[in-house]
């Protein structure tokens, strides 16, 4: 029964580090994204660099869902 626990332990520990690492990949991709992406307005890609820098994951996400998404379903298929 010992070994059922620590195997248990180990998959959550690598789930928990598999999650960590896409986030982490998440939020480098969404800041590559912000400075690559042509903005209307020059000064929109430094805020949106700073929201996505400094409120980590969560600007990350409001990039994406207010930025990226809409910007990648409004292409013609």
């Not at 994204?33 to 209307?40: A, I, L, T």
């Not at 994951?57 to 292409?75: C, E, F, Q, T």
Request: proline share 4%; glycine share 6%.
């Amino acid at each position: 029964m010992e070994i059922l626990g620590v195997l248990a332990a180990g998959i959550f520990t690598i789930g928990i580090a598999a999650l960590v690492i896409f986030i982490f990949v998440f939020w480098i991709r969404m800041i590559i994204d912000c400075v690559n992406r042509e903005f209307k307005n020059p000064n929109d890609r430094i805020v949106w660099i700073l929201v996505v820098i400094f409120l980590q994951l969560l600007g990350a996400i409001i990039y994406w869902s207010v930025i990226k998404k809409p910007a990648s379903s409004s292409v013609p298929k």
